[in-house]
């Protein structure tokens, strides 16, 4: 796989001029998009996610003391803590902290090294920067402290770093991609089982993410109230997770709720209905795949949006108003948005020859119909995390 030589050459440069020596391993990961699947990690349902060449890297050198120290290049800012004494703090480096605190408690004796990290994975876009923070860190350690890779341990790490140190009760599909993805391919992930399979891409067409230039405090935003919702309505089927309940047996019960006034709440109703009928589009979304068939794979694309925005409730007027024009363009099979939602990216999937006239397309509507700047990425399936070789 190729690498950005004028990243690294700036990364190696940086860490010279702040730690006056050359660094001696550098490490990436990648960043994601969703291709299909949203919500349904962690109702341990199925999810159909792409690693993306947008990516966190650090360059760095073992320590011979157990202090790790990081500056990000993209923040101007330098952070330092002790593995013997990890405290809970704010900011981009309680991911780092999170990380090292779940490798230690589940055994590993790491070591310490200082780098320079920079990234080009949108923050706050739904491409899942933190994941790959998480996984360029986790590289980073494996390499200082001896041990080997093992992509969905360190995976499931990052997913509790995320969870039990920085405040997100997220799935494990982020840092899973980040972590095991094949480059030229999509990654279906089973997310009860973490059994896991790479996914040939349609032939002749292109991702595209759509980034509307909206944001959202991911911690701040009704994710933990969607999670709870669907916890609730997991417990109204009485099953384990929503992942268990077929469209079938979902409709069937919706008529015995009416017949025999069953209590479970419109809202968590609503929530149910999308996590059960998007498990079973992801399935559908790796046949068509299999089968080379982008026309198909572009409808569930647009169902898939509609369940999110209709249902789910996780959409806004911007990601609406993207995937709307993203939907009338010729080249266009089909667009949804990806993501957390409210605020972000949508993706989309388009005949490879017409990716460029696209994208223009796109921006110029949307600039016209929202009074906002999109930043459109034709994106290419990229490796998980590893050691970059130069």
């Not at 990380?99 to 320079?116: C, F, K």
């Not at 957390?340 to 460029?356: N, Q, T």
Request: with cysteine.
């Amino acid at each position: 796989m190729e690498y950005n030589t004028d990243m690294n050459r700036d990364l190696k440069q940086a860490f010279r001029e702040r730690f006056h020596s050359e660094p001696t391993i550098p490490v990436r990961a990648p960043g994601r998009v969703n291709l299909i699947g949203e919500y349904t990690d962690y109702n341990e349902g199925f999810v159909l996610p792409m690693a993306i060449n947008h990516e966190v890297r650090i360059a760095l050198r073992p320590r011979a003391d157990r202090r790790v120290a990081v500056v990000s290049l993209d923040l101007n800012e330098r952070s330092e803590f002790d593995l013997d004494s990890l405290e809970r703090g704010t900011g981009w480096s309680e991911y780092l902290k999170g990380v090292a605190h779940e490798l230690q408690v589940t055994g590993y004796r790491l070591r310490g090294w200082e780098g320079v990290l920079t990234g080009d994975v949108p923050r706050g876009a739904g491409l899942s920067s933190s994941a790959a923070l998480e996984m360029a860190t986790a590289r980073a350690f494996a390499e200082v402290s001896g041990f080997a890779w093992d992509a969905m341990q360190m995976a499931q790490i990052g997913q509790r770093a995320e969870s039990a140190w920085v405040g997100v009760h997220c799935g494990i599909m982020d840092q899973a991609v980040s972590a095991a993805a094949k480059a030229g391919y999509a990654f279906f992930l089973d997310c009860r089982s973490l059994e896991y399979k790479h996914i040939p891409l349609p032939k002749k067409v292109s991702v595209v993410t759509l980034d509307t230039s909206t944001r959202r405090g991911l911690v701040d935003s009704a994710y933990n109230e969607r999670r709870e919702q669907c916890e609730r309505a997991a417990r109204f089927f009485g099953v384990k997770a929503l992942r268990d309940v077929s469209v079938e047996e979902f409709e069937e019960k919706g008529k015995l709720r009416i017949e025999n006034r069953e209590f479970l709440d419109e809202l968590a109703w609503k929530r149910a209905r999308h996590v059960i009928t998007e498990n079973a589009r992801v399935l559908q979304a790796v046949e068509s795949m299999h089968n080379d068939d982008p026309v198909t794979l572009g409808k569930l694309f647009n169902e898939s949006h509609a369940s999110l925005c209709d249902d789910f409730e996780v959409t806004n007027d911007a990601l609406n108003q993207i995937v709307e024009v993203a939907q009338r363009q010729p080249a266009c099979y089909g667009a949804r948005m990806t993501g957390a939602g409210f605020g972000g990216c949508a993706v989309a999937l388009v005949r490879r020859e017409s990716a460029d006239e696209f994208a223009q397309a796109v921006g110029t509507e949307y600039r016209a119909r929202s009074g906002m700047e999109a930043k459109v990425y034709v994106c290419q399936a990229s490796e998980g995390a590893s050691v970059i070789k130069e």
